[in-house]
């Protein structure tokens, strides 16, 4: 199956500074990636959806601002959190969906990156 | 109310039994069912696809779905230990994006 992987695997940082997140489709090429944050036994929810070449569509709530997403090639988006606060810890995954795929065109997740914001 | 409601659990079964797992919605404009399995720490998996209305069996898993009542299930038959982990079903309309559960943790005891 396709891989995706996400880099770092785990950030500590401090309140203020900005982390940027890696995803990458490693073994195809992904025209669309997805952003999803996690909390403790929590389902995932959808930041925003990330598009090769234009601007990411963002969900209602998910300040555009704070957290910034770039989609510069087929294979790779990152998602940077600016001024990082204790809130914004997290579990962050990412997604990346095949279009070669099929009728449905699923969605590959990326293994997560912990971000804790001390 | 959530677009997708799903027991969180948990749930714990002795290694052979039957899990069964369900979720409810309320946009019927969802056509594509899914449900994931998630380790602790990892990034979800994909286990199994349906569209539309029905049963769908692989393996030991079998998922189905009714659309008449908004409600999607998941069977795991003979579970090992190996299938503890947390399940989470998730849902589309035409625009791939993805409405998922809150998960339900499964712990099967050896």
């Known amino acids: 199956g396709a891989v995706v992987s996400q880099h770092p695997s785990r950030v500590i940082c401090k309140s203020g500074t900005s982390v940027k997140i890696e995803c990458r489709s490693l073994?195809?090429?992904?025209?669309?990636m997805f952003w999803y944050r996690q909390f403790p036994k929590q389902s995932l929810m959808l930041m925003a959806t990330?598009?090769?070449?234009?601007?990411?569509?963002?969900e209602q709530g998910v300040e555009k601002d704070k957290f910034l997403i770039n989609h510069a090639s087929l294979t790779l988006s990152t998602l940077t959190v600016t001024s990082a606060h204790p809130e914004d810890s997290s579990f962050y995954i990412c997604?990346?969906?095949?279009?070669?795929?099929?009728?449905?065109?699923?969605?590959?997740f990326g293994p997560g990156t912990r971000l804790t914001v001390l | 109310q959530k677009e997708v409601e799903q027991d969180p659990g948990p749930l714990s079964v002795p290694e052979g039994a039957i899990v069964s797992l369900n979720c409810t919605y309320s946009?019927?404009?969802?056509?594509?069912f899914m449900w994931y399995r998630q380790y602790s720490r990892k990034g979800p998996e994909l286990l199994m696809y349906t569209y539309s209305s029905g049963n769908k069996e692989d393996g030991r898993f079998t998922a189905q779905v009714d659309k008449s009542s908004k409600y999607i299930s998941l069977f795991i038959r003979d579970s090992q230990p190996s299938d503890s982990a947390t399940y989470l079903c998730a849902m589309s309309a035409n625009d791939y994006k993805l409405s998922f559960g809150a998960g339900t943790t499964v712990t099967v005891r050896a």
């Open positions: 997604s990346a969906r095949d279009p070669k795929g099929g009728v449905y065109n699923e969605q590959f």
């Open positions: 946009n019927s404009a969802f056509q594509y």
């Open positions: 990330s598009n090769e070449g234009s601007k990411a569509t963002y």
């Open positions: 073994d195809f090429q992904a025209t669309t």
